[in-house]
């Protein structure tokens, strides 16, 4: 009886196996793919087992659909989708003050190789079960992993957004990849609490639902991403180049490039000019006329563009809506840092090491704040003493390479009367290079306005204090705050413009030359400010179209400035030879019709003079920036 009863229990134990392999839990990837591969026995090989019934509910299906949704998001974030502001740049923050070097694009890149080593692990856990998807051996091992991970990449994302917020602008790539890693993190969770209770549901509702949730998904990664301001960027880079020499005179047409937009202003920069576009700027080589770097934001708006006195570094003010402010290398085109929250009146004091920014300032007395041009930092604030105003809003401050200066007025106690004008020179220190204080004549003067300017070369520093019906003209050396003879229109080392009344203006230099330059065919008045804003000790650039250089003085014919037709005239005048000739010039168009002032401009610069006109352009119209050597 026992032999005969011992079949009857081997039988009895493969019955109690099978019950047992139908009752395994098949884990997460069972449930996703809503299968249970046969069982069968060694006892019996040609009975198999029927299919166990799919392990589905709504809560796993979702969350299958939103991890894988999000993994494929993060890795198109990482390897795809254009970097933004707080990638591959030093994006500054005010709040916490310090560089987010880890937020950059190659961190993103390392967090989808840590996913990958995840599947990876998830893969070979699997496999070592005989592809058995059981989640005590497989899931259980990665989800922990995959939690992990979710929860480092949103808090980088979260971090990217805080810093791209702060600036202004927020970037595609940061909102892709934050959209994909919170899908992940929220998909493991869901899978990880429900994944234990039982139910079932037919295929093609599970899969509806894992489609219905990565499409969520996607069109939240793509409609977040194209709608971020920050989306559309357009930014190439340029190799260090050196500074051609200004040409002391010029004769022909060497080099024209249409422009992709309008053009605002051209300023000497660099080995050529920076060209100031309503949505970004293009770097224009002066010796070739080709685009040497572009950073442009279509559809955004530009306020101002300001450049360091020795042309080596430029900033793009953006706003209204978005105040900004992105430090350039003007060289190479390269993001130095981006500062968010900037608000600034006008063109933007410089050195070739800092910039200023001023507030109001409490109780009426504005404070003026000096940041690196370098990196962001803050160098230091100056708050006038009690009794004394910095006039902020009429932007008096004049800079040349190593240093600012800007003229405070003090006030007799409880009086509008000026005591005195307090001239203040600071560099890249908190203490100043050196102050000089001007007693004004009078009992009770009243000061109408302080018309200060600056030579490009840093030689020379005037200011004229309008008293009314009269002025007091003071000078000083920039470098040592001494005293100097006061030249109106000073130009760089030993040179100087003076107007002429009608007929024109007349170059002088301290060797006694004297220039004659007549007003026809060009356009000048009294009014007309000389500035001299070149890079180098040899070209300058004036308003109205006029230009200064080692050997000649340019300007725009005043018949044909700006017409619509998009042609100029560029007369030249040889120094101290005196001969002219002229230089026809094509600057594209066709433009509006405009009774304004001619708004073409002539503009002395590394390797070339440079015309560009700044009118409206028609429909079909382009904008074209002729280069003259």
């Known amino acids: 009886m026992a032999a005969r009863d011992e079949p009857d229990g081997t039988d009895a134990a493969a019955d109690d196996e099978r019950s047992a392999g139908a009752d395994i839990d098949h884990g997460f990837a069972a449930r996703l793919a809503a299968y249970s591969p046969p069982s069968s026995t060694p006892e019996d090989p040609g009975t198999t087992e029927s299919a166990a019934p799919a392990v589905w509910r709504w809560p796993v299906a979702l969350g299958g659909g939103l991890i894988g949704a999000g993994i494929a998001t993060v890795f198109a974030a990482g390897w795809l989708v254009p970097r933004g502001l707080a990638h591959g740049v030093r994006a500054y923050m ?46 259980r091992v990665a989800s922990p992993l995959l939690v992990a991970w979710a929860i480092v990449t949103t808090g980088w994302a979260v971090a990217a957004v805080r810093v791209e917020l702060s600036t202004g602008f927020l970037g595609p790539r940061t909102v892709t990849a934050g959209v994909g890693a919170l899908a992940v993190l929220v998909g493991a969770l869901v899978v990880l609490v429900t994944g234990r209770r039982r139910g079932t549901v037919g295929v093609r509702r599970a899969l509806l639902a894992t489609t219905a949730a990565a499409v ?26 050196g500074t051609p020499a200004v040409p002391a005179t010029v004769s022909r047409v060497a080099w024209s490039r249409a422009m992709p937009s309008e053009v605002v202003d051209v300023v000497p920069a660099g080995p050529g000019v920076l060209v100031l576009l309503e949505d970004g700027v293009v770097a224009v080589d002066g010796l070739t006329g080709r685009i040497r770097w572009t950073y442009r934001r279509p559809g955004a708006s530009v306020e101002h563009l300001s450049v360091s006195p020795g042309g080596r ?24 840092y981006i500062n968010g929250g900037a608000k600034e009146f006008g063109q933007i004091p410089m050195t070739d090491d800092l910039w200023l920014s001023s507030s109001p300032g409490a109780e009426g007395r504005p404070t003026v704040d000096a940041w690196s041009l370098r990196d962001g930092h803050h160098l230091w604030r100056y708050r006038p003493a009690e009794d004394c105003r910095l006039d902020y809003v009429r932007n008096v401050w004049r800079q040349t390479r190593a240093a600012v200066i800007f003229p405070i007025m003090c006030y007799r106690h409880a009086s509008d009367a000026v005591r005195f004008v307090h001239f203040v020179a600071y560099g890249t220190s908190a203490t100043p290079l050196w102050q000089r204080r001007v007693p004004l004549p009078g009992h009770s003067p009243e000061v109408y306005g302080i018309d200060a300017e600056a030579a490009a070369d840093g030689s020379w520093y005037g200011a004229e204090i309008s008293l009314g019906r009269k002025s007091l003209t003071v000078a000083f050396d920039p470098r040592t705050g001494r005293s100097r003879s006061y030249r109106r229109h000073a130009l760089s080392g030993t040179r100087w413009v003076r107007s002429d009344g009608d007929r024109g203006i007349v170059v002088h230099d301290a060797d006694g030359g004297a220039w004659p330059v007549p007003k026809a065919p060009c356009s000048f008045d009294d009014r007309t400010i000389f500035s001299a804003a070149a890079p180098g000790a040899t070209g300058f650039y004036a308003d109205d179209g006029w230009t200064f250089a080692a050997g000649a003085v340019g300007c725009l014919s005043a018949s044909d400035a700006n017409g619509a037709r998009g042609t100029e005239v560029v007369q030249v005048q040889d120094l101290p030879s005196g001969r002219r000739h002229q230089i026809p010039v094509d600057l594209g168009g066709p433009y509006q019709e405009s009774s304004d002032l001619p708004r073409s401009s002539l503009t002395a610069a590394p390797g070339a003079w440079v015309v560009v006109s700044r009118e409206h352009l028609a429909a079909g119209g382009v904008s074209r920036v002729v280069g003259l050597r």
Not at 316 to 336: E, F, M, N, Y
């Open 313 to 336: 570094s430029a900033l793009l003010h953006w706003g209204p809506d978005r105040s900004q402010l992105v430090a350039l290398d003007a060289t190479t085109g390269r993001v130095r």
């Open 216 to 241: 969520v998904v996607v069109v939240a990664a793509t409609v977040g991403a194209v709608g971020a301001p920050g989306y559309g960027l357009v930014a190439t880079v340029a190799p260090v180049a």
């Open 94 to 139: 005010h709040w916490p003050a310090r560089h987010h070097h880890w937020l950059s694009d190659h961190s993103l890149r390392v967090l989808t190789v840590a996913l990958g080593g995840v599947l990876v692990v998830w893969a070979l856990t699997a496999w070592y079960r005989r592809w058995v998807w059981v989640e005590r051996s497989s899931f």
